[in-house]
T-cell receptor, first 116, second 115 residues
Framework: AQSVAQPEDQVNVAEGNPLTVKCTYS??????LFWYVQYPNRGLQFLLK??????LVKGSYGFEAEFNKSQTSFHLKKPSALVSDSALYFC??????????????FGGGTRLMVKP | DTGVSQDPRHKITKRGQNVTFRCDPI?????LYWYRQTLGQGPEFLTY????????KSRLLSDRFSAERPKGSFSTLEIQRTEQGDSAMYLC?????????????FGPGTRLLVL
């Protein structure tokens, strides 16, 4: 079975400071990893994904994430936070083992609050 | 560029009534997924289609739930005899599946409230 943990319900950061939103995962095979962002009363917007290759993945709006296989982590980062980054962030995993299914399994979400 | 659309955006119904939601995927996307999201939680997988075939269903999908994608384009999700526990956001996503790789793009969701 695949699972995702986002250990922080909320992350607070001042505008202009770097931000990190943490994600760890568990799969039986190899992972495909994703980050999505959700604004109030909206669906999920795709930010970035890791499939294979370079462990540092760059995505939309200046976000990036680093895949660390030994720590089973995929933390989301941004060098300089904006107030408009305030939203709910979800990490998701898909296990690409042969019999693992095709669905995404999501973490519980982390609310990012960027203060001016 | 037209994204995933869902209709209605909001639905209020009384317990015991049937409801149906529609999802229109991104054009030419061959896969379509349904997820349910309750307040304060991440989305949970319900079912998915590849073209018109329903390939996988979650144990969350009780007998009261049925989904169709008759022509491999839009999909409907019906809930019969709704219960208060069905209150949630129902999210649809579509993807173009090639060589085991895909990115799911989500619609705005349908928020269901069962009174």
């Amino acid at each position: 079975a695949q699972s995702v943990a986002q250990p922080e319900d909320q992350v607070n950061v001042a505008e202009g400071n770097p931000l990190t939103v943490k994600c760890t995962y568990s799969v039986s095979g190899n992972p495909y990893l994703f980050w999505y962002v959700q604004y109030p009363n909206r669906g999920l917007q795709f930010l970035l994904k890791y499939i294979t290759g370079d462990n540092l993945v760059k995505g939309s709006y200046g976000f990036e994430a680093e895949f660390n296989k030994s720590q089973t982590s995929f933390h989301l980062k941004k060098p300089s936070a904006l107030v408009s980054d305030s939203a709910l962030y979800f990490c998701a995993v898909r296990d690409v083992a042969f019999n693992a299914g095709n669905m995404l399994t999501f973490g519980g979400g982390t609310r990012l609050m960027v203060k001016p | 560029d037209t994204g995933v659309s869902q209709d209605p955006r909001h639905k209020i119904t009384k317990r015991g009534q049937n409801v149906t939601f529609r999802c229109d995927p991104i054009s030419e996307h061959n896969r379509l997924y349904w997820y349910r999201q309750t307040l304060g939680q991440g989305p949970e997988f319900l079912t998915y289609f590849q073209n018109e075939a329903q390939l996988e269903k979650s144990r969350l999908l009780s007998d009261r739930f049925s989904a169709e994608r008759p022509k491999g384009s839009f999909s409907t999700l019906e809930i019969q005899r709704t219960e208060q526990g069905d209150s949630a956001m129902y999210l649809c996503a579509s993807s173009l599946y090639r060589a085991r790789q895909e990115t799911q793009y989500f619609g705005p969701g349908t928020r269901l409230l069962v009174l």
